[in-house]
Nanobody
Framework: QVQLVESGGGLVQAGGSLRLSCAASGRTYSTYVMGWFRQAPGKEREFVVVINWSSGRTYVADSVKGRFTISRDNIKNTLYLQMNSLKPEDTAVYYC??????????????????WGQGTQVTVSS
């Protein structure tokens, strides 16, 4: 089993920045993909960004491209999401997810093996 714990959410004004963290613990795998999703009230869960943990290859949703950056710390087993130029429409619960895979596509489609509990991000106008 893998446990994912997000942190770093909060309230920020439009144009501001936040950095989310996702600490992974438990069983380790040699190949996996991790990423971030978000779900706004009344809306379906939305893919944000993914990264292949070993290669560092990423894929970013158009809605956040140029504003959000994903990164990871192999030593700390922690995933990050740097969010800049935040907009009110970025308001959502942000979830960390992991898939035991070498390909990005399954996780991009929401096929995760593990999910975090989520952290709230609220952007005021």
């Amino acid at each position: 089993q893998v446990q994912l714990v997000e942190s770093g959410g909060g309230l920020v004004q439009a144009g501001g920045s936040l950095r989310l963290s996702c600490a992974a613990s438990g069983r380790t795998y040699s190949t996996y993909v991790m990423g971030w999703f978000r779900q706004a009230p009344g809306k379906e869960r939305e893919f944000v960004v993914v990264i292949n943990w070993s290669s560092g290859r990423t894929y970013v949703a158009d809605s956040v491209k140029g504003r959000f950056t994903i990164s990871r710390d192999n030593i700390k087993n922690t995933l990050y999401l740097q969010m800049n130029s935040l907009k009110p429409e970025d308001t959502a619960v942000y979830y960390c997810a992991a898939a035991i895979s070498t390909e990005l596509n399954p996780l991009m489609s929401g096929e995760a093996d593990y999910w975090g509990q989520g952290t709230q991000v609220t952007v005021s106008s």
